[in-house]
């Protein structure tokens, strides 16, 4: 028989003596002498003393000794088990570095991914508290757009152009002004004296339309009627959109209300995204949440080797309570661990 064991841990050993006479028996009420040898890398099998002795259990025909931890601080161990009117009997420990209960259980943060995990640290959320921003926040984009995504209007509505319209001053390229406010026109407002026909002006919903985009690219620098502070209504529309209360939340660093959908370490989960102690393993098709709980459970929860029943016993968070098993198998050249199930 062979067994994988923990290097250097002490192990109960347990094992029947078989009636020599009738071999479907175990032989009871002997005295079982033992022969032991040991083996580390490529060196020889050396002479291997044990402490304990073989003990029967009851009358059962089985017998137990206690291995300790220096006795099994080796690569290979062997047992011979010989007895008077029983067979021999034989038991080889192959020994491992680390078992299954070895495993971290330290959770993950829902990702292995080293690159994903090297920007998801701990410093960087807590860059994220008390509205700051990671570092890396430098490289997006800060050419101002004004509450819009229409690049034709970013252009026109720029800082450059802002700063233009500041203390009543117009653009400098407004001095051409190709519309139906001509020069002459401009001349007859002097002094409240309206002409007659002044009455059939447009309103401002003809006159915004007069003053489109393409019209305002039409304006050259450098000539402007004396009472052109008067214009205003061109920029009417602009102003809706670049108005007191989109420039306030520019100021002093701070980001459009938007921003404030982006979670930081401190908000709570939504409800069902907490992880739980689990009642059943969960099914091939489960949700996400689900399987990451799984997860982070069979990590994290008390696992049992039994090798009697040869089954992996998974418990619930207060470990006592099985709730799950997995059969194992070892036939000296490969060791084999089954599905996760239900209790037996």
């Given at each position: 028989m062979v067994i994988r064991h923990k290097k250097n841990t002490a192990y109960y050993l347990e094992l029947p003596m078989v009636n020599a006479a009738t071999p479907a028996n175990f032989k009871s009420e002997l005295t079982v002498a033992d022969e032991a040898y040991y083996k580390d890398g490529a060196g020889e099998y050396t002479s291997l003393s044990i402490t304990d002795t073989f003990t029967e259990i009851g009358t059962t025909g089985i017998y137990k000794i206690v291995l300790i931890a220096s006795e099994l601080n080796h690569d290979l161990v062997i047992i011979k088990l010989t007895a008077a009117g029983a067979a021999d009997s034989f038991v080889k420990f192959e020994m491992d570095a680390q078992e299954i209960d070895d495993i971290p259980t330290t959770p993950m943060r829902g990702t292995d991914s080293a690159a994903l995990a090297s920007v998801c640290s701990e410093a960087r959320l807590a860059e994220l508290d008390q509205a700051n921003l990671p570092a890396d926040i430098a490289a997006i984009p800060t050419t101002p757009m004004r509450g819009t995504d229409n690049a034709a209007l970013a252009s026109v509505c720029s800082e450059a152009r802002l700063a233009e319209l500041a203390a009543a001053n117009l653009p400098a390229d407004v001095d051409t002004l190709k519309?139906?406010?001509?020069?002459?026109?401009?001349?007859?407002?002097?002094?409240?004296?309206?002409?007659?026909?002044?009455?059939?002006?447009?309103?401002?919903?003809?006159?915004?339309?007069?003053?489109?985009?393409?019209?305002?690219?039409?304006?050259?620098?450098?000539?402007?009627?004396?009472?052109?502070?008067?214009?205003?209504?061109?920029?009417?529309?602009?102003?809706?959109?670049?108005?007191?209360?989109?420039?306030?939340?520019?100021?002093?660093?701070?980001?459009?209300?938007?921003?404030?959908?982006?979670?930081?370490?401190?908000?709570?989960?939504?409800?069902?995204?907490?992880?739980?102690?689990?009642?059943?393993?969960?099914?091939?098709?489960?949700?996400?949440?689900?399987?990451?709980?799984?997860?982070?459970?069979?990590?994290?929860?008390?696992?049992?080797?039994?090798?009697?029943?040869?089954?992996?016993?998974?418990?619930?968070?207060?470990?006592?309570?099985?709730?799950?098993?997995?059969?194992?198998?070892?036939?000296?050249?490969?060791?084999?661990?089954?599905?996760?199930?239900?209790?037996?």
């Open positions: 519309t139906r406010c001509t020069e002459a026109r401009l001349a007859e407002l002097d002094a409240a004296n309206l002409p007659t026909d002044i009455q059939a002006i447009p309103t401002t919903p003809a006159l915004a339309s007069v003053c489109t985009e393409a019209r305002l690219a039409e304006l050259d620098p450098g000539n402007l009627p004396a009472d052109a502070n008067a214009i205003g209504v061109i920029v009417s529309a602009i102003q809706a959109i670049c108005s007191e209360a989109r420039l306030a939340e520019l100021d002093a660093a701070n980001l459009p209300a938007v921003t404030d959908l982006i979670k930081t370490k401190t908000d709570a989960l939504p409800a069902g995204w907490n992880m739980t102690d689990l009642a059943a393993v969960p099914a091939i098709n489960t949700g996400i949440v689900e399987a990451l709980n799984w997860i982070y459970v069979l990590c994290r929860n008390k696992k049992i080797t039994n090798k009697i029943t040869k089954e992996i016993e998974l418990y619930k968070d207060n470990s006592t309570t099985k709730f799950a098993e997995s059969d194992i198998l070892d036939d000296g050249t490969l060791f084999t661990q089954g599905k996760f199930g239900g209790v037996d």
